[in-house]
Every structure is written in C-alpha cells, then in structure tokens.
C-alpha cells in the first residue's frame, strides 16, 4: 500500500532514518512500509541531495509548455496594444499572423489572458443590440457601388474651435476615403471634400446619407444643390429611412471607433485634430485588421473607380418625344399658362417631360424621378402618385 494518508512528510523521513540505520535491507524495508523499491530509493536520493525539502512532493506541472507565448511576442504584443490602444485580441493576433507568416501565433484567448494580466483591457457590460437589417445594403457588391457620407457629431477642441468631421467610406470594402473637419456641417464647405474624393478616387455609382442638410432636404422632391450636383455627374443619392440610422450602420460602426481613437480628450487646436483624423484615417485603410472582411485592412479590398471625374459637368439628355424646361429662379418653370414648382436646388437647370396617358407628364430630372404633373398644374411626388392609382383602382 502507498505511504499513509496521515503523517506522509514524517513517514518519509522515518523510512530513510530506518535505512541509514543499516538494520533493514530495502527489500525489507519497503514491504514493511508498503511502497515499491523504485519508490524507496527514490526518497533516499531526493533525502541526499534536498535533506527534508527532498520529501515533499513536487508539482506534476510540466518544465516546458509547447504553446508558452515566447518573450519576444509577449512584447510584441504589449508593444502594439500600446501602439493601437483600441485593438482587441482578436485585430492583435490578425495583425501578428500577416506580420509574421508561416509562424504559429499564441489564440486569441491567450493574448486576451496577457492584456488583462498587464492590465490593458477593462471589461465592460455586453449592451443588446438590434438585429442588423441586410437592406440597403445588399447592393454594395464590389468597390465603388455604394460610398457612404455623414457628418461625425460635432464637438470642440481645447482653443474652442468647432470641430465637424465629414466622413466617407466605401460601403464595399470600408475603406474611408475622406475624414475632414470643416468649418461647417453644410453644401458650401462639403462640395469641396467630395471633389476632391471624386478626383482622388473616381466617381461612385450611389452614395447613402441620412436626409438630412446638405444631403438631403424637407422638399418634395428631396434635393439640395449638393445632391443636384451628384445627379449630373451619374451618381446617384440614395438616402436611409428616417430614423433608422442602423440602414447606415457599416458608417456608423465606423464612428464609433473615430470617436475612441480621435475625439478623447480632443485635440488642442483644429489644425492637431486634424493630424489626428489623418492618422487614424491611414491606420484604418492600410494596418487594422477589419473583421468584417475577415480580418484584413480595407486596402486590401479597395480600388479606384473606373469612372473619372470629368472635366466639364453636362447637362441631363432626354428623349426626343419629351417636352423640356428651364427651371428659372424660385425653383419653377412654365407649363402651359401656369407656373409649377419644381425644387429650388434646380434653380438654372433644365427638366424633361415624359408623356402619360390622360394628358398626365412624369418630371425627371436627368435620371432622378420628381413626380407626375397633373392637369392642374401640380406635381405629384412619386409615391402620392402611386398612392391615388391604387386608390383609383380600387374604385374601377
């Protein structure tokens, strides 16, 4: 039987007193105690080499762990946390594995386990959130099919100064292609920054916003002088639900982490916040890993539009059987012996008139649908349109 339950350390120290006594051989001995001859020579070796410490037992923890984190990747990994003080362990070992290829990297819930032994992560209450809606989304099939803009809340640097970064990403790939702060959230101070994108990086086929000013206004026909301009070079707005800032949710994710790694505690003057803009604007593009794209940066899945900004904006075509007018000052033209309203962002420009039945005209604006002119000289938004035909066939 093995050494007794109680007393082991004591009945360790007799066993080798008794042998070095010289009256038991260890054959004798170990019968009388009930463990094996390997077992007895053992302890009168470790009794030798340790005195007592020798017969305590030692821990069955292995010397060598073949997964140990080395020290060169543990300060490493230290190193870039500190670098990118927003990186989880999941975007650190994404980063380690494209930095280092072929070389086995400790799992994410090791490098999580060296964070929190360092101190560098806090645990936060985990917040329900709403299911993501897949619409409108599901279009942005490859780069350049949808950007999407908005205006980060607005907030002030230590010198006072107003700071209202507009931002645009590629719904695609996320890549942010502009995040600027401009003196103010209107068309005036933003046409120059999509310009700029435009020339930069080509035009897209769509662009999603919110609806509000400068993308979008409370008018029937919903446009502004920024989104008049966006229709003559093809590109199409397309605005979210109000209310439903989730339709917009890839740029509002990536708000969140602006505001993290840009906004606290602000920058003290506009010129250093926007240093700040500019850097995280690179690291996002071209260093973070982005799980969404299976944890890659978004430089990897960018590239420029094949459509170029042109050098001359020309003016929408219609077809030849369609009736055209110049839209004059307070956003009207003349239809007949009337005046109809149109949109005051289309001051100068010029409207076609396609012919319905019942002496009905749909109103376009290049390829954008302002409603249905009726013999009353009103137009008709698309969906009231709509609305009265289902009603009047109904009725029939």
């Given amino acids: 039987m093995p050494w007794k339950d109680y007393g082991v350390l004591e009945e360790r120290f007799r066993f080798v007193d008794e042998w070095n006594s010289g009256d038991e051989n260890m054959a004798e001995l170990c019968r009388v105690y009930g463990v094996s001859r390997k077992t007895g020579y053992k302890w009168v070796e470790r009794y030798e080499m340790r005195g007592m410490d020798g017969l305590r037992d030692l821990s069955r923890a292995p010397c060598y762990h073949p997964n140990e984190v ?90 006072g100064s107003r700071i209202d970064p507009l931002t645009i990403t590629d719904a695609y790939s996320r ?9 103010a959230a209107d068309g005036l101070h933003s046409k120059p920054i999509f310009e700029a994108a435009f020339r930069e990086y080509g035009l897209p086929e769509r662009i999603r916003t919110d609806n509000g000013a400068p993308f979008g206004s409370n008018g029937d026909s919903g446009l502004t002088a920024l989104s008049v301009w966006w229709i003559k070079l093809g590109i199409r707005p397309e ?26 505690p602000p920058a003290a003057s506009r010129r250093r916040q926007q240093e700040r803009f500019n850097a995280f604007r690179w690291e996002y593009n071209q260093e973070r890993p982005h799980e969404a794209l299976g944890q890659v940066p978004p430089a990897t899945l960018y590239r420029s539009s094949t459509r170029s900004y042109p050098q001359r904006l020309a003016e929408p075509e219609y077809p030849g059987e369609w ?10 033209f003349r239809w007949r012996h009337d005046m109809v309203f149109a ?41 009231q349109w709509a609305k009265r035909q289902r009603r009047k066939g109904a009725k029939t």
Avoid at 323 to 332: K, L, M, N, P, Y
């Fill in 343 to 383: 949109a005051h962002a289309l001051d100068g420009e010029r409207v076609g008139l396609e012919p319905l039945e019942d002496g009905h005209w749909r109103v376009w604006f290049g390829f954008w649908e302002l409603g249905v002119l009726d013999e009353r000289a009103k137009i008709w938004r698309p969906d």
């Fill in 323 to 332: 009736e055209r007018r110049r839209v004059s000052a307070g956003g009207q």
């Fill in 70 to 159: 080395t020290e060169e990747v543990e300060e490493e990994v230290l190193a870039l946390r500190g670098k990118h003080a927003f990186w989880g362990a999941r975007k650190i070992r994404a980063w380690l594995l494209q930095a280092h290829p072929g070389e086995a990297m400790p799992v994410e819930s090791t490098i999580g386990s060296l964070l929190k032994r360092n101190g560098l992560t806090v645990s936060r209450r985990r917040r329900r959130s709403a299911r993501p809606a897949s619409e409108p989304l599901a279009h942005a099939g490859g780069p350049n099919t949808v950007w999407c803009a908005d205006f980060k809340g607005w907030f002030r640097t230590g010198d």
């Fill in 175 to 183: 890549y942010l292609l502009r995040c600027q702060a401009v003196k």
């Fill in 239 to 264: 605005r979210i639900e109000p209310g439903k800032p989730e339709q917009n949710g890839r740029h509002e994710r990536m708000h969140r982490t602006l505001k993290q790694a840009t906004a606290a």
